[in-house]
Nanobody, 121 residues
Framework: QVQLVESGGGLVQAGGSLRLSCAASGRTFSSHAMGWFRQAPGKEREFVARINWSGTGTYYADSVKGRFTISRDNAKNTLYLQMNSLKPEDTAVYYC??????????????WGQGTQVTVSS
């Protein structure tokens, strides 16, 4: 079973950038699709981005397309989310997930504990 720990969240002004990381433990990291989800206060958790096991295929929610980039380093068992041109509506707890790719994004099997991202206007 993969265990996931996110880092890199924080407070940033609108228009700024942040890079989230997700460190994975377990020998099966490279065999899973990986993704990012987020949950804003009072809202349901929503899909943000996912990357296939080899890192050659990515998929994004329309709300972040062109601003966020997902990547992974299987040698380091680490997943990344580069977030540029951040907006106040990007404020949420961001969760790393391991699972399977789907047509709508991703079916998560394992979650991290989350990291807070706050974008001020």
């Amino acid at each position: 079973q993969v265990q996931l720990v996110e880092s890199g969240g924080g407070l940033v002004q609108a228009g700024g950038s942040l890079r989230l990381s997700c460190a994975a433990s377990g020998r099966t990291f490279s065999s899973h699709a990986m993704g990012w989800f987020r949950q804003a206060p009072g809202k349901e958790r929503e899909f943000v981005a996912r990357i296939n096991w080899s890192g050659t295929g990515t998929y994004y929610a329309d709300s972040v397309k062109g601003r966020f980039t997902i990547s992974r380093d299987n040698a380091k068992n680490t997943l990344y989310l580069q977030m540029n041109s951040l907006k106040p509506e990007d404020t949420a707890v961001y969760y790393c997930a391991a699972g399977f790719s789907t047509a709508e994004g991703m079916a998560p099997l394992t979650w991290g504990q989350g990291t807070q991202v706050t974008v001020s206007s």
